[in-house]
T-cell receptor
């Protein structure tokens, strides 16, 4: 089945140690999103790619970077994780346009020691 | 900025009852979407309603949109224990190519 896959499901890292989260999709969607979701809160958009066009949200910390080497894969890099970065990170895709549904992966839960 | 606000924050009902969740937003929209999130999982798209539509149905789901009141409601009829989840509304912000999610309603359906 076509889907959005996030690896790993759980990631533990140390304070200040860089970490990379990955997302892959078999839907061939041109838009990919990264969201941060803290406990009992709404998902918060960090950035998205419209094809290769990178769009960063104004309040996304510089500590967060993203790469999209091809249509299928997208990575979230956190350069120096702080305790406040502990959260669920959700990847989503859509077939372009704000009037299209987004398809989410099951997320990576990041813990910071 | 958060666009949609859900009400109530939490709702607990018995299996078989109907569940109604409301979403209010502040500015004009082109469309509004509802998503479900089971605990520890990603969001699942339920339904999209456009600003020129007033009501939409999908199985046991009914969504209404009142643009004059800037509000939407999601009705789940004949609820089941498997409907236990958080429900989020999400709106576009006009020219922005993104969705902004509300704070969600935690629905618990008791068997």
């Amino acid at each position: 089945d076509a889907m959005v896959i996030q690896n790993p499901r759980y990631q533990v890292t140390q304070f200040g140690k860089p970490v990379t989260l990955s997302c892959s999709q078999t839907l061939n969607h041109n838009v990919m999103y990264w969201y941060q979701q803290k406990s009992s809160q709404a998902p918060k958009l960090l950035f998205h790619y419209y094809d290769k066009d990178f769009n960063n949200e104004a309040d996304t910390p510089d500590n967060f970077q993203s790469r999209r080497p091809n249509t299928s894969f997208c990575f979230l890099d956190i350069r120096s994780p702080g305790l406040g970065d502990a959260a669920m990170y959700l990847c989503a895709t859509s077939r372009g346009g704000i009037d299209q549904p987004q398809h989410f992966g099951d997320g990576t839960r990041l813990s910071i020691l | 900025s958060q666009q949609g606000e859900e009400d109530p924050q939490a709702l607990s009902i018995q299996e078989g009852e109907n569940a109604t969740m409301n979403c209010s937003y502040k500015t004009s929209i082109n469309n509004l979407q509802w998503y479900r999130q089971n605990s520890g999982r990603g969001l699942v798209h339920l339904i999209l309603i456009r600003s020129n539509e007033r009501e939409k149905h999908s199985g046991r789901l009914r969504v209404t949109l009142d643009t004059s009141k800037k509000s939407s409601s999601l009705l789940i009829t004949a609820s089941r224990a498997a409907d236990t989840a958080s429900y989020f509304c999400a709106t576009d912000e006009g020219s922005a190519r993104q969705l902004t999610f509300g704070s969600g309603t935690q629905l618990t359906v008791l068997p």
